[in-house]
């Protein structure tokens, strides 16, 4: 413990992820969590595909897919009534590996972590609190107490505060968290259902403004509950129970509620801290921002932050990378959690609304316009790589170098199906699993390109050109540099060595193997 390269406070999924990640690149970590246990039941429910690619490099993504539910349809209630249903299937088919919308909640997902995790000889330490630090030169300083009471100290290079929403790292950083409380107080419940939502599919009811979701769960009959209730509804004073909501839920979904695991109320900020680093610490996940649940984002966003600043502090510390190239985690990372932020308030505020308007939008006109709008290829490929994540690009960071259509520097690298649809064939993704920098060629590499990468230590991987490649923003021939986390870093169309040579020399980029 005593040799730990990089302290994380925090061991949600945010915490967990960063520590795997960090693992898997030869970081010696120690994580710490003041809850004595892994939490039992969950709010966060939605995998999203570009988690799952992430999770694909480290070889976890086959297990949370065997374990979860893929929903392929969603279905809209209004006034008691199913109103309209949309059918998405593989709605990202083409786009990811992983097309379908997947349902894995947020307890089983941690202990799947905490397997991983403890199979790289790492334990989470339980109990065991942040209570301050300094930097000192070129370490971290940390003061922890254990759960007897006793005092910790603790050196390291770095700390990550994955602490959630009450961060102590956060406030040691004495930023800001600006933002608001929604009105209305969150329930959710796990159930074991029968009726017509005990179907496999998405249920929405947004209808009489106040929100309400079913979402399918691994396993005969059951679902999971999200809702909302109107502010005078219930107070934090006297907490809502099942019976409270439960009469309201079987008028609207005609359900049969069999069987009620547990159930549990919240309130939902958003919030987003004025700055994502302070030397040597750095804030993610809920620490960093939190926001609306519309769009299933909160965790999986917190997940992007992990894997973003886990390979940027491994390729400092393993001396594959300048020190400078952690101040691009925070513009990186505070953009895209700022325009979430904006997105998700907006959504929440309009399926919540109780204005003429609105309710008039949502009772009418969403169920008529909805399905026919699905059908459009260009809507649900829209759609999907917005909720999905795939989407989230860094073109205007300090590592984004060169042009392209789709493929410019800074975007995520696209997915390309393999040329044999056997089962076990190879993707490009397959050789992401390295978590280390590499050159692709899409088409014919010249004997210049081949040089370098041979010169510098760089994996090159060339793909033999396929039709279906010119669809996805790649193009014929060109150079791309990607990132450990598979991000484009250089897309160069004139295939330029040099300019892959000089990126390389001004960010002192080396490879594991070489270095």
């Not at 829209?382 to 795939?390: A, D, E, G, K, N």
């Not at 042009?403 to 390309?416: N, S």
């Not at 598979?486 to 040579?501: C, Q, S, T």
Request: proline letters at 5%; a neutral charge; aromatic letters at 8%.
């Amino acid at each position: 413990m005593n040799d730990a390269q990089v302290l994380i406070a925090g061991a949600g999924p945010t915490g967990l992820v960063l520590a795997l990640f960090l693992t898997r690149q030869g970081i010696r970590v120690r994580i710490i969590d003041p809850v004595p246990e892994p939490g039992t039941t969950s709010r966060a429910l939605v995998v999203q595909a570009r988690t799952l690619e992430f999770y694909r490099q480290v070889g976890i993504a086959d297990a949370v897919v065997e374990n979860a539910a893929e929903f392929t349809g969603v279905n809209l209630w209004v006034e008691g009534r199913k109103a309209a249903h949309v059918a998405i299937g593989a709605i990202g088919a083409g786009l990811s590996p992983f097309p379908y919308l997947t349902v894995f909640p947020q307890d089983e997902h941690e202990r799947l972590l905490i397997e991983r995790l403890t199979a790289e000889g790492v334990a989470v330490e339980r109990g065991t609190s942040l209570q301050g630090f300094e930097e000192t030169g070129d370490r971290v300083r940390a003061h922890l107490t254990r759960a007897d009471g006793s005092g910790d100290r603790c050196d390291v290079e770095y700390l990550a505060g994955c602490d959630g929403a009450r961060s102590r790292v956060r406030e040691l950083f004495h930023t800001t968290f600006l933002g608001g409380t929604y009105d209305r107080l969150f329930f959710v419940a796990d159930v074991a259902v029968a009726g017509p939502v005990a179907d496999g599919d998405l249920h929405l009811a947004p209808d009489d403004g106040d929100f309400l979701a079913v979402f399918p769960m691994k396993g005969r009959g059951r679902a999971r509950f999200i809702g909302t209730v109107l502010k005078d509804a219930a107070t934090d004073a006297t907490p809502l129970e099942w019976s409270d909501v439960s009469h309201a839920i079987v008028e609207r979904l005609k359900v049969t509620v069999e069987h009620v695991n547990w159930f549990s109320t919240y309130r939902v900020h958003h919030r987003i801290a004025g700055q994502f680093r302070k030397g040597r610490a750095f804030l993610l996940g809920d620490a960093a921002h939190i926001h609306s649940p519309v769009g299933g984002q909160g965790m999986n966003t917190g997940i992007g932050d992990a894997v973003n600043l886990a390979w940027k502090l491994a390729a400092v510390l393993n001396g594959c990378a300048v020190a400078r190239v952690l101040d691009t985690y925070e513009p990186e990372r505070i953009a895209f959690a700022r325009q979430l932020v904006r997105t998700t308030d907006r959504a929440f505020s309009l399926v919540t609304s109780n204005g003429p308007i609105a309710r008039w939008v949502r009772l009418h006109v969403v169920p008529r316009v909805l399905p026919p709008f699905f059908e459009f290829t260009a809507v649900r490929r829209l759609l999907f790589r917005t909720v999905s994540q795939i989407g989230v690009q860094y073109r205007s960071s300090a590592l984004s170098a060169g042009d392209g259509a789709q493929g410019r520097g800074g975007d995520r690298l696209p997915w390309v199906a393999p040329a044999d649809r056997a089962p076990g064939a190879s993707d490009n993704f397959t050789a992401l699993t390295t978590l280390d920098w590499q050159v692709h060629i899409y088409g014919d590499a010249a004997a210049a390109v081949t040089a370098m990468c041979a010169a510098r230590g760089v994996a090159l991987h060339v793909y033999p050109w396929q039709p279906a490649m010119a669809g996805t923003g790649l193009e014929r021939n060109a150079l791309y540099l990607i990132r450990p986390d598979g991000y484009i870093a250089v897309a160069d169309r004139g295939v330029h060595p040099a300019k892959l040579g000089q990126y390389l020399t001004d960010w002192e980029v080396r490879t594991r193997t070489t270095n």
